[in-house]
């Protein structure tokens, strides 16, 4: 496919699409309680989008049957809401999208139910902070790797290992474009970063290993080890400056 420069009037549409990604995040973090079903969010996610004149961009995308991913404690991505009732202090993961004018906007945050421990309350906070420092690195005339990097260099200093089998992408009129941008990586490394670049930075940061596993769904990713999981995930376009995050 190649990377794909977009134009100002794409990257204004773009704009629009990341307004309404954070609008229903906003809502649906709001929304989470300890009592409540997984599937209540979704029921919320695609009827705040529709109302919003977009449509959530990841139901039937690849089959998956839902409108947001929900993931809870050792859950990374992908999560499939359902029956599930979250608990007291279960921290869930909302990764979401929409599709607005034919432009793609994806998010995704880490949010508690009721009151949670200091530990996930510290995991949160560092997956935040990790995604603050790919969005800083991310300057027209850096490399890729410089974002990488930076993510892991974040995560680490904190004492979390970065999930490597999934990475955040570049995004437009598709989902998933080029290139592929994983939360670890080398200063210096990989395609230089261009004003009208536009991607999806997403660190998904485990307490313990970083190794992996799905589930029998084909869908729902957790840690190999049983420990913690969160995710932040925001829509950037490269700029002159710094980088512009589209679904703040």
């Given at each position: 496919?190649?990377?794909?420069?977009k134009?100002?009037?794409?990257?204004?549409?773009?704009?629009?699409?990341?307004?309404?990604?954070?609008?229903?995040?906003?809502?649906?973090?709001?929304?989470?309680?300890?009592?409540m079903?997984?599937?209540?969010?979704?029921?919320?996610?695609?009827?705040?989008?529709?109302?919003?004149?977009?449509?959530p961009?990841?139901?039937?995308?690849?089959?998956?049957?839902?409108?947001?991913?929900?993931?809870?404690?050792?859950?990374?991505?992908?999560?499939?809401?359902?029956?599930?009732?979250?608990?007291?202090?279960?921290?869930v993961?909302?990764?979401?999208?929409?599709?607005?004018?034919?432009?793609?906007?994806?998010?995704?945050?880490?949010?508690?139910?009721?009151?949670?421990?200091?530990?996930?309350?510290r995991l949160?906070?560092?997956?935040?902070?990790?995604?603050?420092?790919?969005?800083?690195?991310?300057?027209?005339?850096?490399?890729?790797?410089?974002?990488?990097?930076?993510?892991?260099?974040?995560?680490?200093?904190?004492?979390?290992?970065?999930?490597?089998?999934?990475?955040?992408?570049?995004?437009?009129?598709?989902?998933?474009?080029?290139?592929?941008?994983?939360?670890?990586?080398?200063?210096?490394?990989?395609?230089?970063?261009?004003?009208?670049?536009?991607?999806?930075?997403?660190?998904?940061?485990?307490?313990?290993?970083?190794?992996?596993?799905?589930?029998?769904?084909?869908?729902?990713?957790?840690?190999?080890?049983?420990?913690?999981?969160?995710?932040?995930e925001?829509?950037?376009?490269?700029?002159?400056?710094?980088?512009?995050?589209?679904?703040?």
């Open positions: 496919m190649g990377i794909i420069i134009t100002d009037a794409e990257i204004a549409i773009m704009r629009q699409a990341g307004r309404i990604t954070a609008e229903v995040l906003e809502i649906l973090v709001k929304a989470i309680r300890p009592g079903e997984t599937k209540e969010l979704d029921i919320i996610a695609e009827r705040e989008t529709r109302k919003r004149g977009a449509v961009s990841f139901k039937g995308y690849r089959g998956y049957p839902a409108s947001v991913c929900v993931s809870v404690n050792d859950e990374i991505v992908h999560g499939i809401p359902g029956r599930r009732v979250l608990r007291e202090g279960d921290i993961s909302l990764d979401f999208g929409v599709i607005y004018k034919g432009y793609q906007g994806d998010a995704a945050v880490t949010a508690g139910a009721g009151d949670i421990s200091p530990e996930a309350k949160i906070e560092a997956t935040r902070g990790a995604l603050e420092a790919g969005i800083n690195a991310a300057r027209a005339g850096n490399r890729l790797g410089d974002i990488s990097a930076a993510i892991q260099a974040y995560a680490e200093t904190k004492g979390y290992s970065v999930v490597r089998e999934y990475t955040g992408h570049g995004i437009g009129r598709e989902m998933h474009e080029d290139p592929l941008v994983p939360n670890f990586g080398v200063p210096g490394t990989g395609p230089e970063l261009k004003k009208g670049m536009t991607l999806a930075l997403e660190p998904m940061l485990n307490m313990g290993d970083w190794r992996t596993k799905t589930d029998e769904d084909r869908w729902t990713v957790r840690t190999a080890d049983g420990s913690l999981s969160a995710h932040f925001h829509t950037i376009a490269i700029t002159d400056g710094a980088a512009e995050v589209l679904t703040r």
